[in-house]
């Protein structure tokens, strides 16, 4: 299996400023379609996980332009340019590359 | 508005057996992959099982492979998970979940495995 692995586990950020987590796969997510199946999904307390960012960058529907995604190969970052009170949660990288599909242990952002 | 409505799920005895439903909506369900991912209180998200549009393509994590079967009924706009020979490691809240990038994602079911 895939393993994912984040850093930070736990981000507390200043209102308005930016954050950034980093996730890595033990493996390429390379497909062989040439695809990378690489998501980022939040988890807001009490809720089910939202999608946010599919094949690396692509942002979802609805999903405002302050998240993106970045990366290749291994190694892949979301950035939010200026975190907000509605992003506190957790976020979880996502390898859809290769079944079984894993995640990473999750990142939990929070207000300083 | 895409819905993914989940039903089925309880306590139940170690052994025993469940079977967990989600009903669709908003979408063309019969064009859609679709999977079953769990998340154990506390913990982080774990994906149990996907299948193809037509049904024809199963796949399962190692840890419920046997124990677990995924259906559809496109008619039906409806997803199952028959879950057999229960644990206590399987008590968590599962998610029906659209497509491989993980799109939408219902409220979930709380499954329960306890004496």
């Known amino acids: 299996d895939i393993v994912m692995t984040q850093t930070p586990l736990s981000s507390p950020v200043t209102l308005g400023q930016p954050a950034s987590i980093s996730c890595r796969s033990s493996?390429?997510?390379?497909?062989?379609?040439?695809?990378?199946?690489l998501s980022w999904l939040q988890q807001r307390p009490g809720q089910p996980p939202r999608l946010l960012i599919y094949?690396?960058?692509d942002r979802f529907s609805g999903v405002p332009d302050r998240f993106s995604g970045s990366g290749a190969g291994t190694d892949f970052t979301l950035k939010i340019s200026r975190v907000e009170a509605e992003d506190v949660g957790v976020y979880y990288c996502?390898?859809?590359?290769?079944?079984?599909?894993?995640f990473g242990p999750g990142t939990k952002v929070d207000i300083k | 508005e895409v819905q993914l409505v989940e039903s089925g799920g309880g306590l139940v005895l170690p052994g025993g057996s469940l079977r967990l439903s989600c009903s669709a909506s908003?979408?063309?369900?019969?064009?859609?992959?679709m999977g079953w991912v769990r998340q154990a209180p506390g913990k982080g998200l774990e994906w149990v099982a996907k299948?193809?549009?037509?049904?024809?393509?199963?796949n399962y994590v190692d840890s419920v492979k046997v124990r677990f079967t995924i259906s559809r009924d496109n008619a039906k706009n409806s997803l199952y998970l028959q879950m057999n020979s229960l644990r206590a490691e399987d008590t968590a809240v599962y998610y029906c979940?659209?497509?491989?990038?993980?799109?939408?994602w219902g409220q979930g079911t709380l499954v329960t495995v306890s004496s």
């Open positions: 979940v659209k497509d491989q990038r993980g799109s939408y």
């Open positions: 908003g979408f063309t369900f019969s064009s859609s992959w």
């Open positions: 996502m390898q859809a590359t290769q079944f079984p599909f894993t």
């Open positions: 094949k690396i960058s």
């Open positions: 493996q390429s997510l390379v497909h062989s379609d040439g695809n990378t199946y």
């Open positions: 299948i193809n549009r037509d049904g024809s393509e199963k």
